[in-house]
């Protein structure tokens, strides 16, 4: 599989005691922390182009860009979906965007965004940044 825009995947968890921004340090409230929206992004971009990365090639992020619009309780079954939109040589660009159903029992049921942003990754060859990474 080529590494191109287009490429896609998504993660998808219910909010858990762990996922919290009470957890995460990211505040004192029992609902999906940021760090853990961002961190679930990341994961979704890494499994979108792993099938198409060279035996021995990983990616790191490099930037991050979110806005966190709503919150997310406990029980919450959020999906975060990403897509590859630009190659650059060894820089990747993502779109995300994370949604979640209200729970049942509230008004109405349909799906909310939850957040949405833009990833950068670079491509990197993996035993190399580790090396470089231990004499930093």
Excluded: N, W
């Excluded at 825009?5 to 762990?18: C, M």
């Excluded at 790191?60 to 709503?70: D, L, Q, Y």
């Excluded at 994370?98 to 909310?112: C, E, F, V, W, Y």
């Amino acid at each position: 599989m080529a590494l191109a825009p287009g490429l896609r995947s998504s993660v998808r968890i219910v909010v858990a005691d762990t996922d919290t921004a009470v957890a995460m340090g990211s505040g004192d409230v029992p609902v999906l922390g940021t760090p853990r929206l961002l961190a679930l992004a990341e994961a979704a971009a890494v499994a979108a182009i792993r099938p198409s990365l060279e035996p021995g090639q990983t990616s790191v992020g490099t930037s991050a860009v979110m806005e966190h619009k709503r919150p997310s309780p406990l029980g919450t079954e959020v999906v975060v979906e990403t897509e590859l939109t630009e190659v650059d040589g060894p820089r990747l660009v993502f779109r995300f965007t994370a949604r979640h159903k209200r729970l049942p029992g509230s008004p109405d049921d349909h799906i909310l965004v939850v957040g949405a942003g833009q990833l950068e990754r670079v491509i990197v060859d993996r035993d190399r940044f580790l090396s470089r990474a231990k004499h930093e």
